[in-house]
């Protein structure tokens, strides 16, 4: 007897809202991040790349592509995006996050976004900027680590583990007093230092080793960093006076990298919790993509939305890891190479001309 023979169903489609034209640029910043025009610059950017070559009529848009990039990087949570009525399963939106994603980290992206000053009147510019904050000059921007809290990998995974016992990726970042990135290093492991991760940068190696940047403008960091003639540090035990007064206006200023630090991860929610994706090279992707955002967001001055103004559960909103109690007592931090002599005698100098209100 002949089996029976089966009757293909017919797939069913969800209906795809039009967000882009049915949501004003309010809704839109509130879900995505970004106003209309700005997520159709975002998705100009990779037309080419994420364009699916086929005609069929339910292919995957570029705009929907991006608008579920974004909504992913906005909550962290990718069963939100298929949730949201853009149409994608939940199949469809992480193969489409990760295509996405890899677009936008492409080096030819990202440098559009990431300029860090070399010319005299750039540095200039950012340096006046910064002297507003606490009258310390000569600053271009302020440098820090912020840990990235990831699953646990399957490889190297006792090199993840950072000093408050977590897996993370351990990232640099420099802001200027505007809060724009001017530099993003996102490709350590959290048990690496920070005083590591600037010496292989090309920070160290190239923009400063080379001598790109004029002479008499900074960095500001904290005391985990060397202090050089390009990055200045505060004393460890200041004396009354002129050092006193330096670590006074240093604190002030550095603070712009901790604010920065905080504007990015409450913008992008996905990098205040757990980024559950793997292998790390995606979620370095997902760190340098939300940078490059967050650029985008400062050149069209998009605020960041206040919490009760975010279009997504509250539960989803993540702890912040950086700042949360110890379960476990701290490990002492691995020992720094003496500071070289040179950079602690310019400081002494730089405080003695610029600090000193007797002369």
């Excluded at 106003?35 to 009529?57: H, K, P």
């Excluded at 292919?59 to 949201?84: F, H, I, N, W």
């Excluded at 802001?175 to 690496?192: C, E, H, K, N």
């Excluded at 050149?299 to 949360?324: C, G, S, V």
Aim: proline share 7%; net charge positive; charged share 25%.
């Amino acid at each position: 007897m002949a089996a029976p023979m089966r009757i293909r169903q017919p797939r069913n489609f969800r209906d795809r809202k039009d967000v882009l034209n049915e949501l004003s640029d309010a809704e839109l910043i509130k879900r995505y991040r970004l106003d209309r025009a700005g997520i159709m610059l975002v998705t100009d950017l990779v037309r080419e790349r994420i364009t699916n070559q086929t005609e069929r009529s339910r292919a995957v848009t570029p705009e929907m592509k991006v608008l579920v990039t974004l909504r992913y990087l906005a909550t962290g949570k990718m069963q939100l995006c298929s949730g949201d009525d853009l149409g994608p399963s939940q199949q469809t939106v992480s193969r489409v996050i990760t295509e996405t994603l890899f677009a936008l980290s492409r080096n030819e992206i990202l440098s559009q976004y990431f300029k860090f000053p070399v010319t005299l009147e750039n540095c200039h510019t950012k340096a006046v900027d910064f002297q507003q904050i606490a009258g310390f000059p000569g600053v271009i921007g302020t440098i820090d680590g912020t840990h990235v809290r990831i699953t646990a990998p399957k490889e190297f995974e006792a090199e993840y583990v950072n000093r408050k016992r977590y897996h993370s990726i351990n990232v640099q970042v420099v802001f200027d007093a505007t809060y724009r990135i001017l530099d993003i290093v996102a490709r350590w492991p959290g048990s690496v230092h920070d005083a590591r991760i600037l010496r292989e940068s090309s920070l160290n190696q190239v923009v400063f080793g080379r001598g790109m940047v004029p002479d008499g403008y900074h960095l500001l960091g904290d005391s985990g960093y060397p202090c050089k003639k390009w990055l200045l540090t505060p004393y460890l035990r200041p004396q009354p006076g002129p050092q006193s007064d330096y670590n006074r206006a240093h604190k002030k200023t550095r603070n712009v990298v901790e604010r920065g630090i905080g504007q990015l991860k409450r913008r992008f929610h996905v990098l205040h919790g757990e980024i559950r994706v793997t292998p790390t090279a995606k979620v370095c992707q997902i760190i340098k993509v939300c940078a490059m955002l967050h650029n985008i967001c400062k050149d069209r001055n998009i605020r960041i939305p206040a919490p009760e103004d975010i279009d997504e559960p509250a539960e989803d909103i993540e702890e912040d890891y950086d700042n949360a109690p110890l379960a476990v007592q701290q490990p002492p931090l691995p020992p720094v190479a003496p500071r070289p002599r040179e950079g602690l005698l310019y400081r002494d100098e730089f405080v003695n001309l610029h600090f000193d209100n007797d002369e």
